[in-house]
């Protein structure tokens, strides 16, 4: 009898991630061919029609307007997903150059930062959203800039945290002592040294944009009436839960599993790449 190659099977505490990436790649289809894979026009209406449940015609059945939930769903991913992609990635660039470079160079700068960070952590940051996105029209752009200013105080803080402490290891005097300047220590080798947080943070900042996002879309502001979205989905929907709960329930539950699988794919990132690291917070 052959022996078993070894490795040939996935560890048990690895399944968690590996479901959660392949959920995540499957969404990010949606996000891009989301309006192609639409059998029905999102926006088209029918009005004799209304609200009713899934059926061998529409899958999810129709909203109140008679729009097919289904294709809103598929086109509302984009809306959905798109901002929170921005706002990750802008709060996460953000907030570790700002926390690097205070950590690092300490002094004045990193007085500035953490009194305004303090600042921040002590304003309430969903009643300010509210409050500018309010002001500005319902912006959907300055809902995405307002999320990256209130989201980078976290990472600002974390980020700090490790650079404080990466800076006092041996390997910085050493390449000091080489003659490299503070912003070559800092970029090519203090920072690869972070992307374990900085990674997980990445995807957190996206989970925190997601729901921030669409409290906002329920609330109605930031998108058009009319808009697929989820979160719009789900405000335009809660009347018709009693003729058809799915044209809710669907965006809720995708918010969900969207929120779930970026969070636990978070944590397994984290895990896998600091491995045989030792990270002092």
């Not at 990750?88 to 205070?102: K, N």
């Not at 009194?115 to 319902?138: E, H, K, N, Q, W």
């Not at 996002?213 to 789900?234: E, K």
Request: hydrophobic residues 55%; aromatic residues 6%.
């Amino acid at each position: 009898m052959a022996a078993p190659v070894a490795g040939s099977r996935i560890a048990p505490r690895r399944v968690p991630g590996l479901i959660s990436l392949v959920v995540l790649v499957v969404i990010a289809l949606v996000t891009l061919l989301g309006p192609w894979l639409a059998p029905y026009d999102p926006g088209a209406q029918n009005a004799a029609l209304g609200a009713v449940g899934p059926g061998a015609d529409h899958l999810l059945g129709t909203d109140n307007l008679g729009r097919d939930v289904f294709s809103r769903l598929l086109a509302g991913a984009r809306t959905a997903l798109i901002g929170p992609i921005f706002i990750a990635a802008g709060t996460t660039a953000l907030g570790t150059t700002l926390g690097l470079l205070a950590g690092f160079r300490r002094g004045w700068l990193d007085a500035i930062m953490m009194r305004l960070t303090d600042l921040m952590f002590a304003l309430p940051g969903l009643l300010i959203l509210i409050v500018v996105v309010g002001i500005a029209g319902g912006s959907y752009v300055t809902a995405v800039v307002a999320l990256i200013v209130l989201g980078a105080p976290v990472d600002i803080r974390v980020i700090r945290s490790l650079a404080l402490s990466q800076r006092e290891l041996a390997y910085v005097d050493a390449a000091r002592t080489m003659g490299l300047s503070d912003r070559r220590i800092m970029f090519r080798h203090v920072l690869p040294n972070l992307a374990p947080t900085v990674t997980s943070n990445l995807l957190l900042s996206f989970v925190f944009a997601l729901i921030a996002l669409s409290g906002l879309s329920f609330l109605g502001i930031g998108l058009p009436a009319g808009t697929p979205d989820w979160g719009l989905m789900i405000q335009e929907n809660r009347t018709i839960l009693d003729l058809n709960p799915w044209a809710a329930v669907a965006p809720v539950l995708l918010i969900t599993i969207t929120a779930v699988a970026a969070t636990i794919l978070g944590d397994k990132v984290f895990e896998r790449l600091s491995a045989g690291k030792e990270l002092t917070a």
